[in-house]
């Protein structure tokens, strides 16, 4: 139990555009999900926090007209990258947390986006 | 702040020893939960082992245990009898609630070699 999807696991976008990230939990309600962004050889930074129906909540530094989340419904969380530049090239991982996972308290990752900027 | 500290980037260890990898940690709190988490290849994060602070007893979980020392703030990794299967990156990470918020805090990470 306690699986946790995203999609798509590489996605290539051209300069300018935007680019939507999703992210499930397949078996429990994901109360709170979260967004984390690694860049190659580094370790995993948090973006944002998203409750089910409520605005996310940015870490100092995250621009959030830029990173968009949207936590719609207890399975679906979505990060859209707008207006995208090589720089936000990255692995782009979500986690969820919420009720009918294994754990309350626990964390469950799902497998993670390569995004990559052209 | 809470911070998490990996002092070693990589290490290695032979099919079948044993490795330990440390981390350290600050935090003014006396109640949290401390993991470690494998990335391998993939990408995808593993759960490896959990640690509440309020345990005094170290976890296990097959060949992977803790040593949690809550004094000096340190929360060593043990995997016994390596397998290739372990290499890996491995993270540290301190669970942080605050204002009802949470967060995990990883460290930099471990890169683990395991030699045949």
């Known amino acids: 139990g306690a699986v946790v999807s995203q999609h798509p696991s590489w996605v290539i976008c051209k300069s300018g555009t935007s680019v939507k990230i999703e992210c499930r939990s397949l078996?429990?309600?994901?109360?709170?999900m979260f967004w984390y962004r690694q860049f190659p050889k580094q370790s995993l930074m948090l973006m944002a926090t998203s409750n089910e129906g409520s605005k996310a909540t940015y870490e100092q530094g995250v621009e959030k007209d830029k990173f968009l989340i949207n936590h719609a419904s207890l399975t679906l969380s979505t990060l859209t990258v707008t207006s995208a530049h090589p720089e936000d090239s990255s692995f782009y991982i979500c986690?969820?947390?919420?009720?009918?996972?294994?754990?309350?308290?626990?964390?469950?990752f799902g497998p993670g986006t390569r995004l990559t900027v052209t | 702040a809470q911070t998490v500290t990996q002092s070693q980037p990589e290490m290695s260890v032979q099919e079948a020893e044993t490795v330990t990898l440390s981390c350290t940690y600050d935090t003014s709190e006396s109640d949290y939960y401390l993991f470690w988490y494998k990335q391998p290849p993939s990408r995808q994060m593993i759960l490896v082992i959990r640690q509440e602070a309020y345990k005094q007893q170290n976890a296990t979980e097959n060949r992977f245990s803790v040593n949690f020392q809550k004094a000096a703030k340190s929360f060593s990794l043990k995997i016994s009898d390596s397998q290739l299967g372990d290499a890996a990156m491995y993270f540290c990470?301190?669970?942080?609630?605050?204002?009802?918020?949470?967060?995990?805090?990883f460290g930099k990470g471990t890169k683990l070699t395991v030699n045949p």
């Open positions: 078996d429990f309600q994901a109360t709170t």
């Open positions: 986690s969820a947390r919420g009720v009918g996972a294994g754990s309350s308290y626990e964390q469950y």
């Open positions: 990470a301190y669970r942080r609630v605050q204002g009802g918020s949470e967060k995990l805090v």
